[in-house]
């Protein structure tokens, strides 16, 4: 192929000859370094567009060393312990890493520490206990056999991404990178010189990649170096007293440790966010987007382009937030795992252009013995792809050491296939839209499009296994024609929008994605009921609407068309029978997913227990013996779906295609483009008169194509074989 572009490689001194060797190979038009590496002089007169990465917060440990009262800080919660007597000593640093947190001791304990009873949830006194220097201990007055924790300030002695790398690459003899607190005035004026120096000093680098701003997401280890702690979204190493103070002049209101240790969960993404905790993200993205647009525009100065990494110290940049847009950057880039993330990065609007770095990183975790690069990498792109048709990058990229991918039999081959089809979806749409239905899909959930498409991720594409029946849902979607919206239950109060037909409610009881004490909201309820008695669809995935009140689990039980017994109701007799003929299954029937026992080999995941049918206008699609995994439901004008489960697979895409349609009571508008195999896709660019259909399958298919109605092409295709047709 021909078409050359819209792809970076990383370099390494070693690796000069080879680098260009590969970038001519692959068409490659931008180098970049990688964390540890640096780049080769050597390759700074090459016709490409050069990338460097920038550390706004480490890689100068004399700054750090010099000035320790600005080195970064972490809220963490010591260990509940168990009083025996009257007074008790916690040990704080017990669980944590010495190496990489240090007890703040400089600043006011009783002002900024916090000892709660977790027994009762009430707050020790300051006057009722005391801080051990000497041993690192709390000394506090106690109730016996109630269990105490503190909420203490830490410094950030070791960088956690530099720790990550440093474990997971085993490096021997590189220093400790410290962190400092860019946030802190003295600081920030030297971070702020120091990038301007850089920027003369680098007259040949053409984009500087910040890796990425200043508060890094809560990465924190235990005392064998094991992670301990992760939360991709999490504030807890956002902080220090000079950020607090400010925070508490512009809230209103005294800030406690508690917003952000939240009783040991550090508010995970599961927890429904409190409202100190959403002022408290408001307020920081207010002040990391002043300040990373002031380091933005200094680059802008020198004539460079501005980029950032969507990770590592990103906190108060979220690129779905009010503020995102005024930093002013030139690009975005991440790391695409699946096409939930590759959606994450792609839909991000106020940036130039958007890069994804596609998996596997060239790590010696993955390019080792026993490992599959190869067979990652073919993974990782069938995902990526069918989200890209519907949303493209405008870049794709490598990260890690590029001496490991080349010297692996095999490798390079593999992602020249990748790059050429990526080239050739840009060349088919010519920067025109892909087809979507004629109505639009809402997401329900507490964190709505701050997190769009985000928000159930660990980071890269890791998920956690108690959810992959939900993240299911969002994976297919980020690959599905029609426009998708995230939407909070405040929104829904004010006002479901014209547009959206089908509202999706996913996830486990009382977690920010099910809703929890929301669905006591009269309001959020009765807003939903009357959206689909007069026509709007409903799916529910788990446990949706999930709240016990009022003598209901589900809430809108009588939307679904379902409850969850909860043992509460067994004296209650359930008549449930099956009855599997219906649209949203016609696809599957006869499908070689399925063994004889019919449409039990459905993947539910996990799935949901104790699943009943109730009320007078369901049809029940699925069941485990004598509970439900698939129901639909009328409702008035309306209808319903409910789901025990849906995990990302071919046939639960197609699945649930059918099942967005059919609660949207547009049966027909799914034909209007349409391929029979499941294992198979189609996207269509009518402006172009082009269609794409893909093969999301590592064996070769036969699929038919049908455009309004009428069948227009048969075709076979080989494993993973993405196909152009014309219209």
């Known amino acids: 192929m021909s078409i050359t572009g819209r792809l970076t490689l990383p370099t390494d001194v070693d690796m000069v000859e080879e680098t260009i060797r590969l970038k001519n190979l692959l068409g490659a038009d931008a180098l970049r370094d990688c964390d540890g590496t640096q780049m080769p002089e050597e390759l700074l007169t090459q016709d490409a567009k050069k990338y460097a990465t920038y550390y706004t917060t480490r890689k100068d440990n004399d700054w750090a060393n010099a000035n320790p009262d600005e080195v970064q800080q972490e809220y963490?919660?010591?260990?509940?312990?168990?009083?025996?007597?009257?007074?008790?000593?916690i040990k704080l640093m017990k669980g944590f890493h010495t190496e990489q947190l240090k007890v703040n001791d400089m600043d006011d304990p009783k002002r900024w520490w916090e000892v709660i009873d977790r027994t009762t949830g009430e707050i020790v006194p300051p006057e009722q206990w005391e801080y051990d220097k000497a041993t690192g201990e709390v000394e506090l007055e106690s109730i016996k056999y109630h269990q105490y924790t503190v909420s203490f300030l830490a410094f950030l002695i070791w960088?956690?991404?530099?720790?990550?790398?440093?474990?997971?690459n085993d490096w021997k003899d590189a220093p400790h990178q410290l962190t400092y607190d860019v946030r802190q005035p003295k600081t920030q004026e030297y971070v702020k010189k120091k990038l301007k120096k850089w920027c003369e000093d680098n007259p040949d680098i053409d984009v500087v990649r910040f890796t990425t701003f200043f508060h890094q997401f809560t990465l924190t280890f235990d005392e064998k170096k094991r992670e301990k702690y992760v939360e991709w979204f999490g504030y807890s190493a956002s902080v220090s007293p000079y950020i607090l103070e400010k925070f508490e002049k512009w809230a209103g209101y005294k800030f406690r440790p508690e917003f952000i240790v939240d009783e040991g969960y550090h508010n995970s993404m599961f927890r429904v966010p409190s409202k100190e905790f959403k002022d408290f993200i408001e307020f920081q993205q207010i002040e990391v987007s002043k300040l990373a647009k002031e380091l933005v525009d200094i680059v802008h100065s020198y004539g460079k382009e501005a980029m950032m990494f969507l990770g590592d110290h990103w906190i108060g940049t979220e690129p779905f937030g009010k503020y995102f847009d005024k930093i002013g950057l030139d690009a975005v880039v991440g790391s695409v795992g699946d096409g939930v993330t590759l959606r994450m990065i792609s839909d991000i609007k106020g940036v130039k252009y958007t890069e994804g770095r596609l998996l596997p990183y060239f790590f010696p975790d993955v390019f080792c013995e026993g490992g599959d690069p190869i067979g990652e990498a073919r993974e990782n792109w069938m995902k990526a792809r069918r989200a890209i048709l519907r949303s493209p990058l405008d870049r794709i990229g490598y990260g890690g050491y590029l001496k490991l991918a080349s010297e692996w039999p095999g490798f390079i081959e593999e992602i020249q296939h990748v790059v050429d089809d990526f080239r050739l979806i840009h060349e088919n749409m010519q920067g025109t839209k892909s087809y979507v239905a004629p109505f639009k899909v809402g997401i329900l959930n507490c964190w709505g499009n701050l997190r769009r498409w985000m928000a159930n991720q660990v980071h890269h594409a890791i998920w956690h296994r108690e959810i992959y029946s939900y993240v299911g849902i969002l994976e297919c979607l980020s690959g599905m024609p029609f426009d998708v919206e995230f939407i909070t239950f405040d929104e829904v109060k004010e006002?479901?929008?014209?547009?959206?037909?089908?509202?999706?409610?996913a996830g486990d009881a009382y977690t920010a994605f099910s809703g929890a004490e929301n669905w006591k909201d009269e309001k959020v309820v009765t807003a939903i009921r009357e959206f689909v008695d007069k026509g709007g669809g409903f799916i529910g995935v788990g446990e949706p609407t999930a709240c016990q009140f009022q003598g209901r689990y589900f809430q809108l039980s009588d939307v679904l068309g379902v409850d969850r017994e909860m043992d509460f109701s067994l004296s209650t007799d359930k008549y449930n029978e099956l009855n599997a003929e219906h649209f949203i299954l016609?696809?599957?029937?006869?499908?070689?997913?399925?063994?004889?026992?019919?449409?039990g080999e459905i993947d539910f995941g996990e799935g949901m227990s104790r699943i009943y049918a109730q009320g007078e206008n369901y049809q029940i699609l699925d069941m485990d013996g004598e509970y439900c995994r698939l129901v639909v439901n009328e409702y008035g004008k309306g209808r319903s779906v409910y789901f025990a489960g849906l995990p990302y697979s071919p046939q639960n895409c197609r699945i649930l295609l059918r099942a967005i349609y059919y609660a949207a009571g547009m049966e027909e508008e799914m034909k209007k483009f349409y391929v029979t195999n499941v294992d198979t896709e189609v996207t269509v660019f009518e402006k172009t008169g082009k269609?794409?259909?893909?093969?999301?399958?590592?064996?070769?298919?036969?699929?038919?194509?049908?455009?309004e109605g009428k069948m227009k092409y048969s075709l076979d295709l080989e494993p993973m074989?993405?196909?152009w047709v014309d219209m």
């Open 76 to 89: 963490l919660i010591s260990e509940r312990v168990t009083a025996k007597d009257v007074k008790l000593r």
């Open 159 to 168: 960088d956690p991404v530099h720790m990550y790398n440093f474990i997971t």
């Open 495 to 505: 006002g479901i929008p014209e547009d959206i037909k089908v509202i999706i409610n």
């Open 586 to 599: 016609e696809d599957i029937k006869g499908s070689s997913a399925l063994g004889s026992s019919g449409l």
């Open 691 to 707: 269609i794409a259909i893909i093969n999301n399958s590592k064996e070769a298919r036969h699929t038919e194509l049908y455009v």
């Open 721 to 723: 074989e993405m196909r």
